[in-house]
C-alpha cells in the first residue's frame, strides 16, 4: 500500500507541483514553437510522453545496471543523449510506418523531440532525486510527459483565443506567449502547498 | 594579397556582429531559452552558464569544422550531439571540481547544455560548412552574445528581487531602513517569463525603429 501511495503522489507532484514547464523551464522551445494548434500541440504532448517514459525507463536501467556498478559515471551524459536519440528514431520509424498522416503534419518536429530539454532534464533529475526503484522511474517519467502534454495543450488553447484579441505590435509573437506563460506559472505556483 | 586579408577581415567581423546583435541567439532566433530562464536568478550563475556555454560552443565548433568533410549527412546530428556531450562533461567536471558552490547550485542544468539548441544550430549552420577560422569566431560571437544577454536578464531580475547586483547591495531594502520593497516574485518562474517577455517587447522595438529611421 505504501508503494502505491508514494507513486500516487510522486505522479501528482510531477504532474502538478513540479510540473516541468513552469517551474524547471524544461521544453520551453517547443512549447514556443507548436503551441499555436491544440490539435499539433496534443499530438507533440503525446509523442514527448512516449519518448519520455521510454527514455526515462531505458536511462534508470542503464544508470543503475550498467554505468554505476562498472564506476563509468563520467560517461553518463554521452549515454543519454545516445538512448534518447535511439528512442526518437524508433517513434519516427513507428509513426512514419503506421500513421504515415500525422509524420507528414509533424515535419522537422519529430526528430526536434531529440533535442527537447524535457526529456534529458527528466533523465538527469531522476538521477539527482535518486530514485532508486524502476517502477517509480517509470510513474516519474509517464508523470512528466502528462505535464507537458497538459502544459502545451492549456497553452495552445489560450493562444488560440489570444488571436482574436488586440495585442501591442511590439508584443506580438513570442513575447506575449511568454508573458502568458508566466502567468500560467503564478497559477501553478498554487498547486505548491498540496504535498507536504 | 592585402584586398583578400581586408576582405577576409571584413568577413570575420561581419561574422562577429552577427552573433552579438543582429542573430543574437536569445532576442532573435529564440534558441536557447530554457537555460536562459532558468540560470537567471542572479549574475552570479548566468555568468558561470554563459561562460561554461562558450567553452562548449568554442571546442564543438572547432571539432565540428575540423570533421566536417567526413560527417555523413544522416549520421550528422548524432555526431553533433555526442562531440557536444563530450565537451559539457569536460565542463562539468571542470565546475565540480573548482566551485563546487556553483556547480551544485546550477545542477541538471550544465548538463542540459547539450540538448542547448545554439550549440547544434552552429555546429550545422555554421561549423559543418565553414572554414575554421570562420567557425571560431562564429562561436565566439554567438558566445558573448549569449553570455550578455543571460547577465542582462539577471541583472533586472536580481536588482528587482534583492535589490543588488553581483551580490553587491546597490538600492537601500526597507528591512535595513531604506525605501526599496524587495519583489520575491522576481526570483521565481515569473519573474523569469515576464522579464523575457518584456525584453523580447523592448528588442523588437528598437529593431523596428532601426529598420524604419
Known amino acids: 500500500m505504501d508503494t502505491v501511495n508514494t507513486l500516487i503522489v510522486g505522479f501528482i507532484s510531477i504532474v502538478l507541483i513540479n510540473n516541468l514547464v513552469f517551474t524547471k523551464f524544461l521544453g520551453i522551445c517547443p512549447y514556443l514553437g507548436v503551441s499555436g494548434r491544440i490539435d499539433m500541440a496534443f499530438g507533440m504532448g503525446m509523442a514527448v510522453t512516449f519518448v519520455v517514459t521510454l527514455s526515462g525507463t531505458l536511462t534508470w536501467l542503464i544508470d543503475n545496471l550498467i554505468l554505476m556498478p562498472m564506476g563509468l559515471e563520467v560517461t553518463r551524459y554521452v549515454c543519454f543523449i545516445l538512448i534518447i536519440a535511439g528512442a526518437v528514431q524508433l517513434v519516427e520509424m513507428y509513426v512514419r510506418k503506421f500513421f504515415p498522416s500525422l509524420y507528414e503534419s509533424f515535419g522537422i518536429f519529430l526528430p526536434l523531440i531529440t533535442t527537447n530539454c524535457a526529456i534529458l532534464g527528466l533523465c538527469l533529475f531522476i538521477n539527482l532525486w535518486g530514485v532508486d526503484n524502476l517502477l517509480e522511474a517509470v510513474v516519474l517519467s509517464f508523470g512528466a510527459g502528462i505535464g507537458f502534454t497538459m502544459a502545451i495543450c492549456i497553452m495552445a488553447g489560450i493562444r488560440e483565443n489570444l488571436k482574436l484579441s488586440d495585442v501591442p505590435e511590439c508584443l506580438q509573437g513570442a513575447p506575449i506567449t511568454l508573458i502568458t506563460a508566466g502567468l500560467l506559472a503564478l497559477a501553478f505556483m498554487g498547486f505548491a502547498g498540496m504535498i507536504r | ?213
Not at chain 2, 555526442?82 to 565546475?95: E, G, K, Q, S, Y
Not at chain 2, 539577471?154 to 535589490?163: D, P
Open chain 2, 1 to 213: 594579397m592585402t584586398n583578400d586579408t581586408g576582405l577576409k577581415a571584413g568577413v570575420y567581423k561581419e561574422t562577429l556582429l552577427r552573433g552579438l546583435w543582429r542573430e543574437n541567439p536569445v532576442f532573435r532566433l529564440l534558441l536557447g531559452m530554457c537555460p536562459t530562464l532558468a540560470v537567471t536568478v542572479a549574475v552570479k550563475p548566468a555568468l558561470t552558464m554563459g561562460l561554461s556555454v562558450i567553452f562548449v560552443l568554442l571546442c564543438s565548433n572547432i571539432v565540428v569544422s575540423i570533421i566536417r568533410k567526413l560527417l555523413k549527412p544522416h549520421l550528422r546530428i548524432l555526431m553533433f550531439t555526442v562531440t557536444i556531450a563530450t565537451f559539457v562533461t569536460i565542463a562539468d567536471l571542470f565546475l565540480k571540481a573548482y566551485v563546487p558552490r556553483m556547480s551544485e547550485m546550477l545542477g541538471p542544468y550544465v548538463p542540459l547544455i547539450i540538448v542547448n539548441c545554439i550549440i547544434i544550430c552552429r555546429a550545422e549552420a555554421c561549423a559543418s560548412k565553414s572554414s575554421l577560422g570562420v567557425s571560431i569566431i562564429d562561436a565566439a560571437g554567438m558566445g558573448v552574445g549569449f553570455t550578455l544577454t543571460l547577465c542582462v536578464l539577471a541583472g533586472i531580475r536580481e536588482i528587482l528581487s534583492t535589490g543588488a547586483v553581483f551580490e553587491v547591495a546597490i538600492l537601500s531594502l526597507q528591512s535595513q531602513g531604506g525605501w526599496f520593497v524587495p519583489l520575491a516574485a522576481m526570483s521565481m518562474p515569473v519573474g523569469a517569463f515576464i522579464t523575457l517577455g518584456l525584453l523580447l517587447g523592448l528588442v523588437n522595438t528598437i529593431t523596428k525603429r532601426k529598420t524604419k529611421g
